[in-house]
């Protein structure tokens, strides 16, 4: 499954503000972001009905179980990755236009460039990254229904 879905500026506006009043650990040290800003897991701040607005593809919204930020600095990249032993489906929702699009690997073969309120939702299973960006990217990744 790989879906492309727009997220309302409103949304993604309340996402920002909610992301601004706190002040996060960076862990990005122990993840694939590379010259970034990573959360760890931040889910327990959105509530169900912000949830739905990020995620409105049937009830996957009930469904996800981890959502951390990243903000990349000049040069910050995502190395490339899959999900496949943790989560079913992964998302990434962009929250700023910007460069450093992401790829896709098999079977999808795609680049997206992060475009405000895009949200990309796939099979955690498909290798993926983020090329460097040089123009403050931020984005949202979200882990939906866990592997048994």
Known sequence: MFLEIKI?????E???????KNDFEDVSEKTCTQHGFQTPNIVSLFNEELLQKILPI????????HIHYINYLSGGYQREHHHKTTEKYSFI??????????FFKEP???KITPKKGKL????????H???KSF???????GAVSKRI
């Not at 309302?8 to 993604?12: D, G, L, P, Q, R």
């Not at 049937?58 to 179980?65: A, L, R, S």
């Not at 123009?135 to 990744?141: D, G, I, S, T």
């Open 129 to 131: 990254g983020g090329e």
């Open 108 to 110: 999808i073969n795609k």
């Open 14 to 20: 309340e996402i920002n503000s909610l992301i601004a």
């Open 8 to 12: 309302s500026n409103t949304t993604i």
């Open 58 to 65: 049937k009830n996957y919204y009930k469904e996800i179980f």
């Open 120 to 127: 990309i939702f796939f099979n955690s299973s498909i290798f």
């Open 93 to 102: 929702l962009y929250l700023n236009d910007s460069d450093g699009k992401t």
């Open 135 to 141: 123009k403050n990217k931020k984005v949202l990744v």
